[in-house]
Nanobody
Framework: QLPLVESGGDLVQPGGSLRLSCVVS????????IGWFRQAPGKEREGVACISTSGDGTKYSDSVKGRFTISRDIAKSTVYLQMNSLKPEDTAVYYC?????????????????????WGQGTQVTVSS
């Protein structure tokens, strides 16, 4: 069983919305910060949004700030990425990843090199 499984990717028109889900298995969200990253063809992987082990700390890239929201449901061991006002430049494969941190920490980095566990990715395409 993979520790991180993403879902929710789809084809959506510009201005539309999607919600991605990342189900986390075998890793406690109390001890792992979770991040959403994306990679478009020919581009480097980008940290989109990350959430701390306390759930209070979040970090967003400038390109998505105000449009995307990261959240988590401890009971479901799931982290979400709500994406609104989608643009064609949001088109990419979206990955969730886990980075071990002290429990209940409000701090989080969003550097992909810090994250040890990765999901398989889900495709998001924004096009008319």
């Amino acid at each position: 069983q993979l520790p991180l499984v993403e879902s929710g990717g789809d084809l959506v028109q510009p201005g539309g919305s999607l919600r991605l889900s990342c189900v986390v298995s075998g890793l406690s969200l109390d001890y792992y910060a979770i991040g959403w990253f994306r990679q478009a063809p020919g581009k480097e992987r980008e940290g989109v949004a990350c959430i701390s082990t306390s759930g209070d700390g979040t970090k967003y890239s400038d390109s998505v700030k105000g449009r995307f929201t990261i959240s988590r449901d401890i009971a479901k061991s799931t982290v979400y990425l709500q994406m609104n006002s989608l643009k064609p430049e949001d088109t990419a494969v979206y990955y969730c990843a886990a980075d071990q941190w002290p429990p209940y920490s409000p701090y989080v980095n969003c550097r992909s090199t810090d994250f040890e566990h990765w999901g398989q990715g889900t495709q998001v395409t924004v096009s008319s």
